[in-house]
T-cell receptor, first 113, second 115 residues
């Protein structure tokens, strides 16, 4: 069990560029979650997958954001036309089917200049 | 609407002293409750959780928390703080939907430990 991993750990981009983050969950976990954490705040829920199906999306997830989990394993979160307000830590978590304990990865810190 | 309140933004405790971090929640049904800890630049590590049963739950690193339904609270305690406990602590409630469990977090409490 290697835990939840996320790549890259840090990303600096210019406003207007597209970025993509990857999350690899714990291997036997079929639920995967994305959260966003801004400075001085707790994490805020963005979206959730069960296997490859995206089952819930927060209103925080604007049209510029898209998430996929094509084979029910790793997931990607893409932000198109980044804005300075997108600067945040993006956290991924996973849990077992039927369990409610979420285990978090180290996060990807995004800075939009 | 579900919410979590952590009234203390920042707490400083002397090493060896006891610690209590407060958490109040608003939720329409029996909640799932969690405490996570986050070191600078890192992800969140689960300290402990409450789903049902005994209202006093034990976690890792010597932490415990008590669920008090009448006060809508889930305060975190440790009898003797170590310098390595300095970090940010988040209380969270599980909002059970049909599809899964999206956690709602408080804004966190930053713990500093003085020598």
């Amino acid at each position: 069990d290697t835990g939840v991993s996320q790549n890259p750990r840090h990303k600096i981009t210019k406003r207007g560029q597209n970025v993509t983050f990857r999350c690899d969950p714990i291997s036997e976990h079929n639920r995967l979650y994305w959260y966003r954490q801004t400075l001085g705040q707790g994490p805020e829920f963005l979206t959730y997958f069960q296997n490859e199906a995206q089952l819930e999306k927060s209103r925080l997830l604007s049209d510029r954001f898209s998430a996929e989990r094509p084979k029910g394993s790793f997931s990607t979160l893409e932000i198109q036309r980044t804005e300075q307000g997108d600067s945040a830590m993006y956290l991924c978590a996973s849990s077992q089917d039927g369990g409610s304990t979420q285990y978090f990865g180290p996060g990807t810190r995004l800075l939009v200049l | 609407a579900q919410s979590v309140t952590q009234p203390d933004i920042h707490i400083t405790v002397s090493e060896g002293a006891s610690l209590e971090l407060r958490c109040n929640y608003s939720y329409g049904a029996t909640p799932y409750l969690f405490w996570y800890v986050q070191s600078p630049g890192q992800g969140l590590q689960l300290l402990l959780k409450y789903f049902s049963g005994d209202t006093l739950v034990q976690g890792i690193k010597g932490f415990e928390a008590e669920f008090k339904r009448s006060q809508s609270s889930f305060n975190l305690r440790k009898p003797s703080v170590h310098w390595s406990d300095a970090a940010e602590y988040f209380c969270a409630v599980g909002a059970v939907s049909q599809a899964g469990t999206a956690l709602i977090f408080g804004k966190g409490t930053t713990l500093s430990v003085s020598s």
